[in-house]
């Protein structure tokens, strides 16, 4: 089963440790697909893997059509989401996807790492096994899910649709609510990619916008988690 490794990159200073740590996978039926957003600065940090990758050039659109046009490039049967700023470890994929293959998960996430600019580790982030009400409940307050740790069947993607680009900030939250209308969002409690944190970083820079989609996805999916949450409780 191949997996296609998706790397938004807009003028992304750590873009060339995040191709490194895709094509180093040890779970090799991979595809990387780096798509440029726009960007106009480190591309040159690009040039030595354009042999490796699918590089996909496009204007600048924010992350969701940026992951929208690189899910229409791939051939692998699951997604795989990775930040230019993050990091995957080796076994990533090899893990997880055998994880999805044991408990029939259509979409899962993970546990990790947080790291600093230098790839000092600054802690590890787990979180509990939830059913798919009690899930409904906790997205309904906020979002636990890192996208970059996230796997998810192409199959579930055609199904429910691709990212809302009308989102600019938080149109993984949106996305996840909206599949576990679906299916359920499965966990695995292993820290497996490398979560940078840094000043430049979207969640830091534009954290207002954030919080303000935030409160449009949650009112979006009020209504519908009131009815399906007592159904799967």
């Known amino acids: 089963m191949k997996v296609s490794i998706i790397i938004p990159f807009y003028n992304c200073p750590y873009v060339d440790q995040a191709i490194n740590s895709a094509l180093n996978q040890s779970y090799k039926n991979i595809e990387v697909i780096l798509v440029d957003d726009g960007s106009t600065q480190y591309v040159e940090k690009i040039k030595p893997y354009l042999n490796r990758i699918k590089y996909l050039k496009k204007a600048n659109g924010g992350t969701a059509s940026a992951l929208n046009h690189g899910i229409r490039h791939a051939t692998g049967q699951y997604f795989a989401w990775l930040s230019s700023d993050d990091i995957f470890l080796k076994d990533k994929v090899e893990r997880q996807l055998a994880f999805m293959n044991r408990t029939g998960a259509l979409i899962s996430y993970t546990a990790f790492t947080k790291i600093d600019a ?3 580790v600054i802690n590890h982030i787990h979180y509990g096994q939830m059913n798919r009400a009690d899930f409904m409940e906790q997205l309904l307050r906020g979002c636990p899910i890192n996208g970059c ?6 199959n579930l993607l055609n199904k429910v649709g691709m990212f809302d680009v009308n989102y600019k900030y938080s149109q993984d939250y ?18 497996l990619t490398l979560y940078r944190v840094h000043n430049a970083m979207g969640s830091v820079k534009y954290r207002s916008r954030m919080s303000r989609e935030e409160e449009l996805v949650k009112y979006r999916y009020n209504k519908y988690f009131q009815v399906y949450k007592h159904k799967y409780k």
């Open 149 to 154: 740790t996230v796997m998810i069947d192409i």
């Open 118 to 120: 230098n790839n000092n």
């Open 174 to 191: 949106e996305m996840w609510c909206r599949m576990l209308l679906h299916t359920h969002i499965y966990y695995y409690n292993e820290p």
